[in-house]
């Protein structure tokens, strides 16, 4: 049996060992110096023990690499003690008094990321519930906890120290000067928070964009509209609920419709045809869907205030087009149909959630509550730290966008002024020749 007293040096030892391993790095960088000392003092005497130590303090000074791997080291160590005491004061009680390790820390401009590990008795959702808690013990903007899709027990932490996409002049589309596009190829759509391109792939996909008034939607809507006109083997369709967004790209779609409902239902029931004209070649074909290698051109349907034609006060009209939208929503992937919606609250009363629900990506600008950021994004991502209501209000652009990566990613979209919008659309009308149009907005 053991003794209360052996208890009690046992705690005393792990506490003294666990004090040294979270100095681990402050300690090895003195103990080094110190020995450094040691040694000059035993090879030059008194008076060059100093020598060696300054020699080497000089050298860290004078190569910015080491200088700055040094300091990173130290920033980590120093983060990793704060975690601790923050996790702490938390109080969770499935953590008892064993931490999450940190592994695979990382520095980004906007903070850190880490990854962990949960102890056994806990799980990381309790972890993302106390976020709130362990960012204000850290004093820092913003904590995000995700969840491993491949294990249940690792997490991916990100430190939000500042915003890195809050502030800075517009940034510019990288495609501004492009002859052509390709909607095959992901598209440059911003810039992340690590200051790294962020792109998205469209083929088999449908976006919904969101957002509350003046936070962005048409100038990120209008990158995957340019792209599309860009590209001559690919057919435009625009409905749009304000006559005017979508006006600059009228010349180079297929067909389009305004204001009024009715237009609008004639712009869909043709993509229907065409769709099943589709299917039928794909069976005869014996194929499943679209390829690049087909001659069957993607068709890209863009919708410019959704919520317009869903409110519409013709009940039986505003039924037609939403039967029809969710056919095309649901069936037209494999046909090579893209479907790109933008509203400003795509809440139930206004986007049917058997509509809302079918699209795989989604893009949320500025949202004024948690709960209206996750009517776009999809239920959970606001508790997780995913929430455009965290945005800044004069972040115009900025927003987080669930495509390929499969969680939110935080970003600031290229803007395209009116004037180049103008330039754009008419490089696109001229590649794309005089073509027939159902119906001129």
Request: one cysteine or more; proline letters at 6%; glycine letters at 8%.
């Amino acid at each position: 049996m053991r003794s209360h007293e052996e208890d009690v040096a046992e705690a005393i030892i792990e506490a003294v060992f666990r004090s040294l391993w979270a100095f681990r790095v402050e300690l090895i960088l003195v103990g080094t110096f110190g020995g450094l000392g040691l040694l000059a003092n035993h090879l030059l005497g008194t008076q060059g023990a100093w020598l060696a130590p300054a020699v080497v303090v000089a050298l860290v000074l004078a190569v910015p690499p080491l200088r700055r791997f040094i300091g990173r080291r130290l920033r980590h160590a120093r983060l990793r003690r704060q975690w601790r005491r923050a996790l702490r004061s938390a109080r969770i009680p499935s953590l008892e008094d064993r931490i999450p390790a940190v592994r695979r820390m990382k520095d980004t401009p906007a903070g850190q990321r880490f990854e962990i590990r949960v102890p056994r008795g806990s799980s990381v959702p309790e972890l993302a519930q106390a976020s709130e808690v362990i960012a204000a013990a850290l004093h820092i903007r913003e904590l995000r906890v995700r969840r491993s899709p491949d294990n249940a027990s690792r997490a991916e932490v990100v430190v939000a120290r500042r915003d890195p996409l809050a502030v800075g002049p517009p940034l510019p589309w990288p495609e501004i000067g492009a002859d052509r596009a390709c909607l095959w190829q992901p598209i440059p759509v911003g810039v992340g928070e690590d200051g790294q391109a962020v792109t998205v792939q469209l083929p088999e996909r449908n976006l919904l964009l969101g957002g509350e008034p003046g936070a962005g939607k048409s100038v990120a809507l209008s990158l995957l509209v340019a792209t599309a006109a860009l590209d001559p083997d690919c057919n435009l369709w625009l409905l749009d609920g304000k006559l005017v967004e979508l006006a600059a790209w009228s010349r180079c779609a297929e067909g389009s419709a305004g204001v009024k409902i009715s237009e609008a239902i004639e712009v869909l029931l043709n993509l229907q045809e065409e769709m099943d004209r589709r299917y039928a070649q794909l069976l005869q074909s014996g194929k499943r869907k679209v390829v690049q290698d087909d001659r069957l051109s993607l068709q890209v349907v863009v919708i410019d205030e959704l919520a317009h034609y869903l409110t519409t006060s013709d009940r039986k009209e505003r039924t037609r087009f939403a039967d029809l939208l969710r056919d095309l929503v649901s069936r037209g992937r494999a046909a090579g149909i893209i479907v790109l919606a933008a509203t400003q609250k795509p809440s139930a009363d206004v986007v049917p959630t058997s509509i809302r629900d079918l699209f795989g990506f989604r893009w949320a600008m500025r949202c004024s509550t948690p709960q209206a950021s996750d009517t776009i994004l999809g239920s959970g991502w606001a508790s997780a730290g995913y929430s455009a209501a965290s945005i800044d209000p004069a972040s115009r652009g900025v927003g987080y966008l669930l495509h390929e990566r499969g969680i939110p990613q935080r970003l600031r979209s290229y803007y395209l002024d009116d004037s180049t919008l103008a330039s754009i659309s008419a490089r696109a009308e001229v590649l794309r020749g005089h073509r027939p149009r159902l119906r001129e907005m």
